[in-house]
């Protein structure tokens, strides 16, 4: 099993960076590709950016692609979601999640989530 816990989301300003964290437990985690999502009050959870078990290949939602980066060490159990020119639109609870199958854009191909973290970009 892996558990998962995220940190670093806070209130920030538009076009302000933030760098989220998602610690992972268990000795397996370089086996798992992870993803980063986000979901905005009423609205549904919604794909960010995912990554490889060995971090050689990334993805992203089109509304993030160019200011987000996803990437993650294996040898501390973490990966990272760098936010950059953050807009009021990016505010919402960020979770992250891991895959040992298939590590794709959907919430149910994801096993493992964390708690989520508020991040909070105002205008």
């Known amino acids: 099993q892996v558990q998962l816990v995220e940190s670093g989301g806070r209130l920030v300003q538009a076009g302000d960076s933030l760098r989220l964290s998602c610690a992972a437990s268990?000795?397996?985690?370089?086996?798992?590709?992870m993803g980063w999502f986000r979901q905005a009050p009423g609205k549904e959870r919604e794909f960010v950016a995912r990554i490889k078990w060995s971090g050689s290949s990334t993805y992203y939602a089109d509304s993030v692609k160019g200011r987000f980066t996803i990437s993650r060490d294996n040898a501390k159990n973490t990966v990272y979601l760098q936010m950059n020119s953050l807009k009021p639109e990016d505010t919402a609870v960020y979770y992250c999640?891991?895959?040992?199958?298939?590590?794709?854009?959907?919430?149910?191909?994801?096993?493992?989530w964390g708690q989520g973290t508020q991040v909070t970009v105002s205008s």
């Open positions: 268990g000795r397996t985690f370089s086996r798992y590709a």
């Open positions: 999640a891991a895959s040992l199958i298939y590590g794709g854009n959907r919430t149910y191909e994801y096993e493992y």
